[in-house]
């Protein structure tokens, strides 16, 4: 049995049903001749009817796996990621903290996917849950999941469709994600598992590969930047490479403390910013004049923001405000707290300018 067909039937197995089958494509099944302008059509309307049946069945499956009675409890370091990274580790993730917060004071509500470790006996591997896996190892609870036999595909198909009903990959992670899969993989399984049409899924691995990965990393996920900015980002490269004054500047930005605090949106913007300041190299005409960029570099962003508290409050410093910040979902009672107290601070300042006079 041929490859791609040993695909076709093991996805037809998955989660003990057939619902899954044909989402990985047999490349080698005859297809209907169509005419050129009925191609994209056709592939459009598919992809859209596998994906309204995909999210119905990932809904059914979600819900059973909530209430099934195959769900185990795991010890968090039995199981491991999978094979596949699709998340960019950051410092200090919001989002994760109040799952975290939540899974401490209410349990874990949904169960992760796991399969047996190919090659380790009593190892798991993530299909999906992978925040879920993190906040119970940090607080040091079992981990609940549902344990199924799943091929490398299918866990890739399971990983990508989940994260794409959730919403949770940004921009950027799932152009990573498409190009890390675009290594070992064809098309036709990338566009099952991201719900996306081959022309977009060419388009996301050709955008990551503009780009180091390690450049990326240090940017972060930047949940609220789309398509367009990274595009005007990636324009700045060139086989992979900067410029040198930009690549000088963006070095010493990157090597500043205030900047690595900053939230990955606003990482993303300062070095957007630099690159359009920055003059090419012919434009700034002299090695000390790349010197005087990266000097400005470092005065500008070691201006731009800090944090006051245990990451309370975000104070960020532009030429024209002092912008204060306070992240409603992981400080709302702070938040709520200064709402009430801030009469009370101006009235204070009020009377001490009227002291000062």
Request: charged letters at 25%; hydrophobic letters at 40%.
């Amino acid at each position: 049995m041929n490859k791609a067909k040993d695909r076709k039937n093991a996805l037809d197995t998955l989660f003990s049903g057939g619902g899954m089958a044909g989402m990985v494509a047999d490349a080698t099944a005859p297809r209907p001749r169509l005419s050129s302008g009925a191609i994209g059509a056709a592939e459009i309307n598919l992809i859209k009817d596998e994906r309204d049946k995909l999210r119905e069945e990932l809904k059914t499956l979600n819900t059973q796996m909530a209430t099934s009675d195959n769900v185990v409890e795991l010890n968090p370091e039995q199981v491991q990621p999978s094979f596949v990274a699709d998340r960019m580790e950051v410092a200090f993730d919001p989002a994760f903290e109040a799952l975290k917060e939540s899974i401490a004071e209410t349990g874990q509500q949904v169960p992760i996917l796991v399969r047996p470790a190919p090659d380790e006996d009593g190892i798991y591997q993530i299909a999906y849950g992978h925040r879920r896996w993190k906040a119970c190892r940090a607080l040091g609870k079992p981990v609940r999941g549902v344990i199924k036999p799943l091929s490398d595909e299918e866990l890739l198909v399971a990983q990508g469709q989940e994260n794409h009903e959730r919403k949770d990959l940004s921009f950027i992670e799932t152009c990573l994600f498409v190009f890390r899969l675009a290594q070992d993989y064809p098309q036709t399984l990338i566009v099952k598992a991201i719900g996306k049409d081959k022309s977009l899924v060419s388009k996301l691995r050709k955008l990551a590969a503009t780009m180091p990965e390690e450049f990326l990393r240090v940017i972060g996920p930047a949940p609220k930047i789309g398509r367009p900015r990274w595009e005007e980002m990636a324009s700045f490269f060139h086989e992979g490479q900067l410029a040198p004054n930009h690549e000088k500047a963006i070095a010493s930005l990157f090597a500043l403390d205030s900047f690595i605090e900053l939230h990955s949106d606003e990482r993303f913007s300062e070095v957007l910013q630099l690159l359009q300041e920055t003059p090419s190299e012919m434009e700034a005409g002299s090695a000390s004049s790349s010197g005087e960029i990266a000097v400005a570099a470092h005065t500008r962003a070691a201006k731009s923001s800090e944090w006051l508290g245990n990451k309370h409050v975000l104070v960020k410093h532009t030429g024209k405000a002092t912008v204060f910040s306070v992240d409603s979902k992981t400080q709302s009672d702070f938040g709520s707290f200064l709402l009430k107290e801030l009469p009370g601070l101006i009235a204070k300042f009020e009377d001490t300018k009227g002291e000062d006079a």
